[in-house]
């Protein structure tokens, strides 16, 4: 396939015992979407649910949010990226966080787990109290129809290890969806004059690093929060919106392999290119400018890392590995750190 018409859809999202009503309004924009001939649909993190609200949506629905996902896809015929909270079967009171992709003939094509959640405090704040939410096994890539599709959730991006895998799996879309905050100060929120958010910055950064193609969306819970969907490809940005509602795309999947399978070329240094010569916008090939043997410090014991496997002493035994983990050791090269009370260093 040459081309991939996406639709970005950032929501204005609601949470608690309102988060029901997120299912019929996925179900419009699939429909808003499918008429503006998309074929990939991809919601924000958790979105519809249940994630932010009670499990089994407060009774309010017939079916369960995802099942009504897949009811969508096909009856519209086209792949959809949803999420919501899994509860443990193994744990009480711990749950994964997922990114499932849906095929256009409502099959469960793959249920990604987040496998470097936050830490508990933070998911406290943003899942309704839910705090433990459990890592899954590892990156995934599906291969699909509109090509080999990898999926990450939210700050997973800032990882640029996990994307990095998933183009070696083969992904040429990454989709990432971001739940976003209840605030309105985060690092998702657009900066002035028209500059970059962070995170628009890393999903760029992304595409680029590894030609690839990068969907971002995120949960909208406030109109003052300014922020919406991003999509990045390796030479640009393709979509970007500063509010809830749909961003749609086209992926160059064609010009994507190009870039993929070759180096730099005598056009693109001659003052008189040929006719059919199209200039590049990002180095072509460098997903394959790679010293793997300089590379064993990625895999190295970090003493400051999180151990995302704390359950395993049993669900307190967070409090304990984040003092242990939230003050870093490490010091500027001849220089004291003083730490604040509240534990950033100045």
């Not at 849906?102 to 309704?128: D, E, M, V």
Request: charge should be neutral; include cysteine; glycine fraction near 10%.
């Amino acid at each position: 396939m040459k081309e991939v018409r996406v639709a970005a859809v950032s929501t204005a999202s609601f949470d608690g015992n309102d988060e029901y009503k997120n299912t019929g309004r996925a179900e419009a924009y699939v429909d808003e979407a499918v008429k503006n001939g998309a074929e990939l649909v991809c919601f924000p993190e958790g979105y519809p649910g249940p994630s932010f609200g009670p499990m089994d949506s407060g009774g309010h629905l017939a079916k369960t949010p995802v099942e009504m996902m897949c009811d969508s896809a096909k009856r519209n015929g086209v792949y959809i990226s949803c999420g919501n909270l899994e509860e443990s079967k193994d744990l009480s009171g711990a749950y994964y966080l997922t990114n499932k992709l849906i095929s256009p003939k409502g099959k469960i094509l793959a249920n990604y787990r987040r496998c470097q959640p936050t830490q508990p405090f933070t998911n406290a704040h943003l899942y309704g109290g839910k705090m433990h939410l459990l890592p899954g096994d590892g990156p995934m890539v599906v291969d699909t129809e509109l090509g080999r599709i990898g999926l990450l959730i939210c700050t997973e991006l800032y990882i640029p290890e996990l994307a990095r895998v998933e183009m070696l799996m083969g992904a040429e879309i990454i989709l990432a969806p971001f739940g976003g905050s209840h605030r309105i100060e985060d690092f998702a929120r657009p900066m002035p004059d028209g500059h970059l958010s962070t995170t628009q910055c890393i999903a760029r950064a992304r595409a680029a690093e590894n030609l690839l193609y990068v969907v971002t969306t995120i949960n909208v819970f406030s109109t003052e929060q300014h922020r919406g969907s991003f999509v990045a490809g390796p030479e640009g940005i393709l979509g970007a919106s500063r509010s809830a509602g749909i961003v749609y795309a086209t992926l160059d999947m064609e010009r994507l392999w190009r870039l993929r399978t070759r180096y730099e070329e005598a056009d693109d240094y001659s003052l008189t290119p040929s006719a059919d010569h199209r200039p590049r916008s990002t180095k072509p090939g460098v997903i394959h400018l790679r010293r793997p043997d300089l590379y064993h410090k990625l895999v190295e014991p970090d003493p400051d890392a999180y151990d995302y496997f704390y359950y395993k002493q049993g669900l307190e035994a967070w409090k304990k590995e984040y003092e242990r983990v939230r003050r870093s050791t490490r010091k500027p090269s001849g220089q004291p750190i003083q730490i604040s009370d509240s534990g950033g260093g100045k």
